[in-house]
Every structure is written in structure tokens, then in C-alpha cells.
């Protein structure tokens, strides 16, 4: 039996073309405040993994110095797109080395660009008790994306501790 309040003309259950752009309006603004979180929470991520990889390869660099009873060395990487000219510029990446040879034990490279900046411009030298540097060496990871304003920095402290923070000093 046909329904007596339906007319033949009107459309099948579903969608206005005028819901539709409300919702997709309704969508796009919600994109809009969501894009700038989610950009900001990546470049965090990539600040983050790039310190996280160098306190992992200090502490593998003093077991690895202690084990093998030689001074080794960190040192800069140099060959990728986004590094400065400037020799306190980490962004490439870093290498260990066996300081009497230059012998390569181990390379990290950085696969994103951000800036990454060591205070002095001499490689770091962990000796063969596993001891870091000086105090008051530090690195400073930033986001190349200024606007942004996402850095975290690595300071060595006495007894070779490292530790970590937001921002781009070592102040307590």
C-alpha cells in the first residue's frame, strides 16, 4: 500500500546538497584548528626521536670507550642539504670514532632537518673510564620551523650526567 503522505516527486531518504556543504563546512573548519596541533605535535616527535638517538649513542659510546679501554670521539656529520656552515652544526648527524685512528664505529644520521647545535666546535671526547666532555657541554635540538618555537637541549653535567629539557639553555 503506497504511503499517502509521500508524493511521487519528492527524492529518496538521504542528503541535501545543501547538508552536505554544511557538513563538509563544518568539517574544514575543524580541519583547520586540528592541522596546526597536528604539525606542532610532529616537529615535537622529530626534536624529541633526534635527542633521544644521541643520548643513546653517549651511553653506548662510554660502555663501548670503557670495554674497549680507548679514548673515542663524537663528531659532526657534514654531508646533507640542511646543514649550516657553521662548525658547531650537528644537524647532519654524528659519527664515533677511535680517536687515535679515526677509526668509524658507529654513524647517525639525522634523516630530518632540524637544527642541531653543539657548544664548542671540537669533537666530544669520551675517555676510556666513560667520561663525557666538560661540564656545561650541551647540544641544542631546534625545529627549523621558527614559528614553532620547539627546542629541547642536552647539557652534560658533573660526572658526565646528561639530562635533558625544553628550551635552549642548561638553568636548573
Same mark, same amino acid.
Given at each position: 500500500?503506497?504511503?499517502?503522505?509521500? *508524493?511521487?516527486?519528492? *527524492?529518496?531518504? +538521504?542528503?541535501?546538497?545543501?547538508?552536505?556543504?554544511?557538513?563538509?563546512?563544518?568539517?574544514?573548519?575543524?580541519?583547520?584548528?586540528?592541522?596546526?596541533?597536528?604539525?606542532?605535535? !610532529?616537529?615535537?616527535?622529530?626534536?624529541?626521536?633526534?635527542?633521544?638517538?644521541?643520548?643513546?649513542?653517549? !651511553?653506548?659510546? &662510554?660502555?663501548?670507550?670503557?670495554? !674497549? +679501554?680507548?679514548?673515542?670521539?663524537?663528531?659532526?656529520?657534514?654531508?646533507?642539504?640542511?646543514?649550516?656552515?657553521s662548525d658547531k652544526d650537528w644537524s647532519c648527524g654524528w659519527q664515533l670514532?677511535?680517536?687515535?685512528?679515526?677509526?668509524?664505529?658507529?654513524? *647517525?644520521?639525522?634523516?630530518?632537518?632540524?637544527?642541531?647545535?653543539?657548544?664548542?666546535?671540537?669533537?666530544?671526547?669520551?675517555?676510556?673510564?666513560?667520561? #663525557?666532555?666538560?661540564?656545561?657541554?650541551?647540544?641544542?635540538?631546534?625545529?627549523? !620551523?621558527?614559528? #614553532?618555537?620547539?627546542?629541547?637541549?642536552?647539557?652534560?653535567? *658533573?660526572?658526565?650526567?646528561? &639530562?635533558?629539557?625544553? +628550551?635552549?639553555?642548561?638553568s636548573s
Amino acid at each position: 500500500m503506497p504511503n499517502p503522505r509521500r *508524493s511521487e516527486r519528492s *527524492s529518496p531518504d +538521504g542528503f541535501t546538497l545543501v547538508e552536505l556543504l554544511v557538513c563538509l563546512a563544518v568539517l574544514a573548519v575543524t580541519a583547520s584548528f586540528a592541522i596546526p596541533s597536528w604539525q606542532r605535535l !610532529q616537529e615535537r616527535s622529530r626534536v624529541e626521536a633526534a635527542r633521544d638517538q644521541l643520548v643513546n649513542d653517549l !651511553q653506548t659510546a &662510554r660502555v663501548r670507550a670503557m670495554q !674497549q +679501554g680507548e679514548t673515542l670521539q663524537l663528531m659532526r656529520l657534514g654531508d646533507c642539504t640542511w646543514r649550516a656552515s657553521s662548525d658547531k652544526d650537528w644537524s647532519c648527524g654524528w659519527q664515533l670514532v677511535i680517536k687515535a685512528d679515526q677509526t668509524v664505529l658507529q654513524t *647517525s644520521q639525522l634523516q630530518t632537518p632540524l637544527q642541531v647545535t653543539f657548544a664548542k666546535s671540537d669533537p666530544l671526547d669520551i675517555s676510556q673510564r666513560g667520561d #663525557l666532555g666538560t661540564v656545561g657541554d650541551r647540544w641544542v635540538f631546534k625545529s627549523r !620551523q621558527a614559528a #614553532l618555537n620547539i627546542a629541547n637541549v642536552l647539557c652534560l653535567s *658533573s660526572a658526565s650526567r646528561l &639530562r635533558w629539557q625544553s +628550551g635552549e639553555t642548561c638553568s636548573s
